[in-house]
């Protein structure tokens, strides 16, 4: 190739927009509260004005994240869901609110949520509407659909993917990223586009994924019952292989919203949804009430060391290890600083069960000795060793969840004053 030559060619790379995300955002799983399944698309503010798609939920939700202590532990994004926007663009072809659930507009609200020390996330859609039949971001429509949402201040764009094609997902979901590139304002970016694809290869190119998206729903809309949570889990363990080296820093399997604090999940369960949410390092976005969730849903969901776990800064997704024929399957996410976690779930619907087992059975190094932190009871085991035989007891579709320590490290961690690292509840 002559010097002209690789000009030309160094031109025409030059040019051709960054395909990557590059935005350096959620190196942990983003955290925060999204309005759909709990609230829907529940667009009657006259008999239901606390409850419907309106300026005053998200509001509301915000002083909610804000005085209860669940900014502080991380929870910090406020995300719309479909159902927002007027019917019809503007003049100008620009998205508008519905103008009279959201009059002060978009704006206003991200400045609300902003001045609470809150991040505001908004949904779209690549295709002619919304799930919900709401004005769509079409291929045309994309820079400036991007444009507008960073105008308004907004922090995370969920797209969707109702009403168009894969070969229209195949360019819109790229251009969307370099779009939201474009604007230069800092906007995580959740893609729909797995989940309408059937969430696995070759149809599905996580590689792909993993460049131009911080997270991805690959799989069906969560629903409000253990039915719904079990069918998730099964199809994301099922498929393990496939999904767990496509999460890391910066970009998110997302098996779909948190659905504690509703009406569909007993306690067992809500704990179960928790831990596995969290083996399987997901976002933890909430959908229920704050305003009047009870404090057992609280507690689960404002539980220091399953949060710390679920942001631990390797960002590695845990696998389920052992399926038993008893029922009782197990899961393991390593950690950094050679911790690890484990859950013990029951499948069983008799009664809770003994479970014995050894860390030798479950792969862990032998020889070694662990200080284990049961993750909900804070109960402390120390020095157990590989070889130690245990029993745990699952109550039925329940966990148990233990966070492991390697005791060697434990000791060289120790401060001056011996005070160990184990977090303490
Ligand atoms: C799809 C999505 C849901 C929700 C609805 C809104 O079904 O998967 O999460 O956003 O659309 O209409």
Same mark, same amino acid.
């Given at each position: ?116 020390? *809150? =991040? %505001? ?5 690549? /295709?002619?509407?919304?799930?919900? &039949? +709401? !004005? ?20 995370? *764009? =969920? %797209? ?5 094609? /894969?070969?229209?997902?195949?360019? &819109? +979901? !790229? ?251």
């Amino acid at each position: 190739m002559g010097v002209p030559a690789v000009v030309a060619v160094l031109a025409v790379v030059l040019a051709l927009p960054a395909r990557g995300l590059e935005n350096g955002l959620a190196r942990t799983p983003p955290m925060g509260w999204l309005a759909w399944e709990r609230f829907r698309c529940n667009v009657n503010c006259r008999e239901e004005p606390h409850q419907c798609i309106s300026e005053m939920l998200f509001m509301e939700m915000a002083d909610r994240l804000a005085e209860d202590g669940w900014r502080e532990l991380g929870y910090k994004y406020i995300n719309i869901d479909d159902c927002w926007a007027a019917k019809q663009r503007d003049a100008e072809e620009r998205l508008v609110p519905d103008p009279e659930r959201f009059p002060r507009g978009i704006k206003a609200l991200a400045d609300y949520v902003h001045a609470r020390g *809150l =991040k %505001l996330g908004i949904y779209g859609d690549l /295709g002619t509407l919304t799930c919900g &039949g +709401y !004005p769509g971001t079409t291929l045309d429509r994309v820079e400036q659909d991007a444009r507008t949402f960073a105008e308004w201040g907004v922090d995370m *764009l =969920k %797209l969707d993917g109702c009403y168009s094609s /894969g070969k229209e997902q195949a360019q &819109g +979901y !790229p251009k969307m990223a370099r779009a939201l590139n474009a604007t230069g304002r800092p906007i995580i970016y959740s893609c729909s586009w797995p989940a309408y694809q059937g969430g696995l290869p070759p149809k599905v190119n996580y590689t792909l994924l993993g460049e131009i998206c911080n997270l991805w729903r690959n799989y069906d809309d969560i629903q409000d019952s253990w039915d719904s949570v079990l069918s998730i889990v099964d199809w994301f363990f099922t498929n393990q292989d496939v999904l767990q080296p496509a999460a890391g820093p910066g970009h998110w399997n997302d098996p779909d919203m948190l659905i504690i604090g509703n009406f569909g999940l007993s306690y067992e369960q809500s704990r179960s949804q928790m831990a596995l949410w969290t083996i399987m390092a997901a976002p933890l976005l909430m959908s229920t009430d704050l305003r009047t969730i009870l404090p057992s849903a609280k507690e689960i969901l404002q539980n220091r060391l399953m949060i710390q776990i679920n942001q631990d800064p390797l960002g590695i997704q845990g696998r389920r290890i052992i399926k038993e024929k008893s029922h009782i399957e197990v899961f393991l996410r390593p950690l950094s600083q050679a911790a690890s976690a484990l859950v013990f779930f029951s499948r069983r619907t008799d009664m809770p069960f003994r479970y014995t087992t050894s860390l030798a059975k479950l792969g862990f190094p032998e020889g070694a000795a662990y200080e284990v932190q049961d993750v909900y009871s804070g109960k402390i085991i120390s020095g157990l060793k590989t070889g130690d035989n245990f029993t745990v007891i699952i109550n039925p579709s329940g966990v148990v969840m233990w966070y492991l320590c390697p005791k060697a490290q434990l000791i060289q961690q120790q401060g001056p004053r011996g005070t160990s690292r184990l977090p303490l509840l």
